[in-house]
């Protein structure tokens, strides 16, 4: 099976049966975790309960926060086997599918013994290896594979999650086979002794990661005392030294309990039928009475050695990253405090913020602000701070200018800022993007366990729905000089013009070299003292990007999508959507020729950047309103997405802004521009030589067929000899020779979606050109035959090998003979992706990371198939992908000639498999606007 080890938190329990509620699943907030910690399942974004909030009344009387747009319906059930399950009936869904999560996790493995480290992940993978009823191998992803659907599930320290999704005809049977796997596993040794290799092979794929680098640091700094002190993931070494077989069915005994499990099902289906399927499938899962696993206590307790503590360690990323840790909870009371606030006012990047200070003074790149959050053990806030190559050197002032600005807050922050705040996570909450299929049963069987009554169960800010200054001033209170540790990341102290500690410790697991020390005592109390105090500081002031007008304009009888402008040079369509009050204006400027230069190219990059860099003031306090734009180098020019509540004056004012900014971008200071501008390209540009192998591919790929694609490293060798008078006047020359393609999409009639765009045609106007143009690159076209490319890991302290096989197919067209091609292409890329996962990794162990899919480059598309991981050599990888592409394609013509037990002719089969291919498709989580 599938699986996973992250650090990902989850979440309570409460009692329910039969309540039918509707909310809507929560989205995601500006201050979270990001990367590799993954998705922080507590609430940062979303709240209910306010005044000026829609809520709706159900049967039972409870007020339930109903998001405006939801069609889905919803009911809480509880099973009397102490199951918790949310059933969701969704009738434009596609897939059907189910995420169960367990309230235990990795902090248990201890419980089992010291030696069994690793046990609950190994669990976690064990759990799909056959059951009584259902005794194959690999049953139920075999069974997902032939029926459009996929499984996986992972580990993190207090929770295990599992999920899978599939066709909604075929959901019955899948969690028939799913609910066996947790009633009667069957712990085949010789099946799990094989996937021991499987978790060595995730584990070698993360070592590299400088997030995996930086949690293991983190870990070692904790009291070893404290379960989450302890290596979590296991690897073979580990396994080969203790009988894990005996101790999973142990530990499945022990903890594998229904009154820890909570459990979503979403379907297609009525809600009544899948009530009645649920009940059926899990009422018989046992029932051991358990209590939750709590570890309540402070990793890094006060007046110890494991608290201000600094410690700088190597990760080979190419910027340095400053992380300042403040332990904020570590009992069931100070876990229930309301920290948005905390949270969005500190990383706040408005004019006068400590974000935007640091900056203007040259120091940082970006402050991000967050939390480490371990439901039944501790919390964490943490402030990440990407510094430029100046910050790296002044860290102790970079600190003491966030306390000042922490200080600011304890004196400034009102009700009124409060009530903006939570205004604000109302707006999102009742007009948020409907999140994808996957992300549901990921997380929402987590959040369940962290409400204190299914009420809450998708919004469980109701619980925060009143002003408690009481509750900020003790998270505040928390971010003191005396509670705080250090760390620091990045490459090359030893060649830094500043002083570093040698590097004498040694992280043997993630193969980081590192040194902890002490905060020195000099440092505490300089940032203690009264005197140097920044000044300049403020609160941000009120946003003038919240939106008043949320309604849902009546659809349109005009045919859609319809070209609304059609200009020599510009172009622009429209598509009406009523599903939720927003717009979107995507557009695409082409620039001919531009990329035959590499030192246009990196004129464009910079320019972008620089204009980015201008808008960043702003543009953060609209982005805090759902208002977010993006700007991207693409090979024929740059895009630019606008996006925002579809209120007219003030998405008019946003497109406004942003349109006049990349026009006629004003100049920034010379130290923002060298550390916000060129650096951060320069690093961007860089990075992909510090990436993983397949992603090291990809970037080979393009510079391997496309013309006119240049290595990364001569666009750098332009990069840092720009001077920002040249980017600006170089930037302004290549904009003058334009051809703009523009979507206008949302809830947005044609009137307002033509002004929109007639605005966008105005503004380059006289840059326009007044005769089409289309972008003419041209692409590498290969014989027939095997071409072999061998390239060493742009990485060289990279253990990975990875193969990448593409193959060149056809120029796309939008008809003809071409398309078709397009079309199955696409199809086999869909179809092909689960079984080349079971046999190249689940079967043969030949890697962590296997995948298929399809690529463009310019007109040409190219299938392509890739297997990374560290056991074995490059030529034995390569051997066994040929081979199963060739057994693969027998496969095919058996499956379209004679078809399956359950389709018994090639036509069913394909016709089946098609429409299962379809709807998978059709549930990525990719908008319309997404096309242009």
């Not at 358990?290 to 503590?309: A, G, L, R, W």
């Not at 922050?413 to 909450?429: A, H, P, V």
Request: hydrophobic share 35%; charged share 20%.
């Amino acid at each position: 099976m599938k699986g996973g080890y992250t650090p990902v938190p989850q979440a309570n329990k409460d009692e329910l049966d039969g309540e039918t509620v509707y909310p809507k699943h929560r989205g995601k907030s500006r201050s979270y975790w990001r990367c590799f910690y993954g998705i922080v399942l507590i609430a940062l974004g979303i709240g209910a309960g306010f005044a000026a909030w829609k809520v709706k009344e159900i049967h039972s009387n409870n007020i339930v926060a109903k998001p405006l747009y939801d069609h889905k319906l919803y009911k809480a059930i509880k099973l009397h086997n102490g199951m918790h399950i949310l059933l969701i009936e969704d009738k434009e869904s596609l897939l059907s599918g189910i995420g169960l999560d367990l309230q235990v996790g990795s902090m248990s493995d201890l419980s089992a013994g010291p030696q069994y480290l690793g046990l609950a992940h190994y669990t976690e993978h064990a759990m799909y290896m056959g059951s009584k009823e259902y005794p194959r191998f690999n049953e139920l992803a075999n069974f997902l594979q032939t029926h459009g659907g996929n499984d996986n599930a992972f580990t993190t320290q207090t929770h295990t999650n599992y999920y899978f999704y599939v066709n909604s005809r075929s959901i019955k049977h899948s969690i028939q086979i799913f609910a066996a796997s947790f009633r009667s596993p069957l712990f085949d040794p010789s099946v799990l002794e094989g996937e021991k290799q499987a978790i060595q092979n995730e584990l070698e794929k993360d070592i590299p990661q400088t997030g995996w680098k930086k949690f293991s640091i983190l870990k070692l700094m904790s009291d070893p005392d404290h379960p989450f002190h302890r290596f979590n993931v296991g690897n073979k070494e580990i396994f080969d030294s203790a009988d894990f077989v005996t101790k999973i069915r142990w530990f499945y005994n022990k903890y594998y309990s229904a009154n820890l499990m909570n459990a979503v099902i979403l379907s297609n289906l009525p809600l009544q039928e899948i009530e009645m399927m649920a009940r059926k499938e899990f009422s018989t899962l046992p029932n051991r009475n358990i209590t939750k696993p709590t570890f309540f206590s402070n990793p890094y307790p006060t007046e110890t050695k494991y608290i201000n503590q600094f410690t700088v360690y190597e990760n080979g990323a190419l910027t340095q990253e400053l992380e300042l840790l403040f332990p904020i909870a570590s009992s069931e009371e100070e876990m229930k405090l309301d920290h948005k606030l905390v949270l969005t006012i500190l990383g706040d990047e408005s004019q006068g913020t400590v974000t935007s200070h640091l900056r203007d003074l040259g120091y940082i790149i970006d402050l991000t602000v967050s939390t480490l959050t371990f439901p039944e053990s501790f919390s964490c806030l943490t402030i990440q701070i990407h510094l430029t190559s100046t910050g790296s050197c002044n860290v102790r002032k970079i600190i003491r200018t966030v306390f000042d600005y922490i200080d600011l807050m304890k004196r400034e922050i009102t009700k009124s800022i409060w009530e903006d705040n939570f205004n604000l996570q109302g707006i999102r909450f009742n007009y948020h993007d409907e999140s994808d299929l996957k992300t549901l049963l990921k997380t929402m069987p987590g959040w369940m366990s962290s409400a204190s009554s299914p009420r809450y169960y998708l919004n469980n800010q109701l619980v925060h729905s009143k002003y408690k200054r009481g509750d900020i001033d003790r998270v505040l209170n928390k971010l003191n000089v005396n509670n705080l540790n250090v760390l620091q990341g990045g490459a090359g102290f030893d060649t830094m013009l500043c002083e570093f500690p040698s590097l004498d410790q040694y992280d043997t697991t993630f193969k980081t070299k590192y040194h902890s020390s002490s905060i020195p005592s000099s440092w505490i109390k300089y940032w203690q003292s009264e005197d140097h105090k920044t000044e300049s500081l403020s609160i941000p002031d009120k946003n003038e990007f919240i939106p008043s007008d949320f309604t849902i304009l009546p659809l349109s009888k005009l045919p859609q999508p319809s070209i609304i402008l059609d200009e020599d040079g510009f172009k622009a369509y429209w598509k009406q959507d009523s599903s939720l009050p927003k717009s979107y204006v995507n557009c695409k400027f082409f620039i001919p020729d531009f990329s035959k230069d590499p030192r246009l190219v990196a004129i464009l990059r910079l320019y972008l950047e620089l204009v980015s860099e201008s808008l960043d003031t702003v543009t953060y306090a609209a982005s805090t309103a759902e208002y977010r734009y993006s700007l991207s180098p693409v090979s024929e020019g740059f895009k630019l997405r606008v996006e925002g509540f579809s209120d007219t004056d003030t998405f008019y004012k946003f497109l406004k802004f942003v349109v006049s900014a990349l026009r006629d971008p004003p100049a920034i200071t010379e130290m923002r521009f060298k550390y916000q501008v060129q650096e951060m390209v320069y690093d961007q540009l860089n990075k992909i030589y510090k990436d993983q192998p397949f992603r090291q591919g990809f970037y080979l790929a393009r510079l391997f067929y496309q013309s006119y694609s240049y290595d990364n490293s001569l666009i750098n060798s332009h990069i840092l000899k720009l001077k920002q008078q040249q980017v600006l006047e170089g930037g302004r020359e290549l904009l003058k020779k334009l051809a703009v393609k523009c979507f206008v999409f949302g809830n947005v009639d044609v009137r307002e979606a033509l002004n929109y765009a007639q605005f966008i045609r105005d503004e380059f106007l006289s840059h326009v050109m007044k005769s089409s143009y289309s972008y003419r690159g041209t692409v590498v076209v290969l014989p027939p035959g095997r071409w072999i490319w061998q390239v060493p890991v742009l990485n060289p302290t990279e253990t990975n090998n990875c193969i990448f096989v593409i193959n060149q197919i056809t120029a796309r067209t939008v008809s003809g003979p071409s398309l078709r091609k397009n079309i199955l292409l696409t199809l086999l890329a869909t179809i092909m992706k689960d079984p080349a996962y079971a046999t190249l990794r689940t079967q043969e162990q030949l890697g962590y990371t296997v995948f298929t899919g399809t690529l463009k480059m310019l007109s040409v598309d190219y299938f392509y198939l890739l297997l990374q991981g560290s056991h074995y050599t490059p030529e034995v990888m390569m051997k066994r992908v040929v081979e199963f592409m060739h057994s693969y394609k027998d496969t095919l013509v058996e499956l379209v000639a004679n078809g399956t037990a359950e389709h018994p002719s090639g036509e069913e089969w394909f016709s089946t498999t098609k429409q299962e291919a379809i709807n998978l498709l059709l549930s990525r989580p990719e908008s319309q606007v997404s096309c242009c």
